[in-house]
């Protein structure tokens, strides 16, 4: 009985396969003709995962942890940005995703990460371009 079960759920798999190269479903998809990434690899029981949190950027850091890596990275970016406008939004987008973290309790190790203080980062987001806008100008 399972047999015949696994058999006609085996045919009805080809028949689906088949009328779909007969649409062209098939015809365009990436990586076609290349070989499967990953075939020499060790056999690893979490490699779906591993590869969902390389291909989609997850992170598997604690939340008190992983809001110090965006505070280095968004303070790493202020430089890059052109607008005052846009270092504000930056900083107060940040500054609601510490507070929000602050008032749960989440798993791993408890936040201590303070909010910014949006005024003072502005002021040094100012003074930088300002000198480095200084640096840039030739001596007449």
Do not use: H, Y
């Amino acid at each position: 009985m399972v047999g015949e079960i696994n058999e006609r759920r085996r045919e009805w798999l080809e028949r689906q396969i088949a009328e779909a190269r007969e649409r062209g479903l098939f015809d365009d998809l990436e990586g076609r003709g290349a070989a499967l990434p990953n075939l020499g690899e060790v056999e690893d029981p979490t490699w779906w995962g591993k590869q969902l949190i390389r291909r989609e950027n997850l992170s598997v850091l604690p939340p008190a942890i992983e809001i110090r890596r965006k505070v280095e990275a968004t303070l790493a970016s202020l430089p890059d940005l052109v607008r005052e406008q846009d270092v504000r939004e930056a900083l107060e987008g940040l500054n609601a995703e510490i507070r929000a973290l602050n008032r749960c309790a989440a798993a791993g190790p408890p936040t201590t990460q303070a909010v910014l203080d949006v005024e003072a980062r502005v002021a040094a987001w100012r003074a930088d371009r300002a000198r480095d806008q200084g640096e840039d100008e030739e001596p007449a």
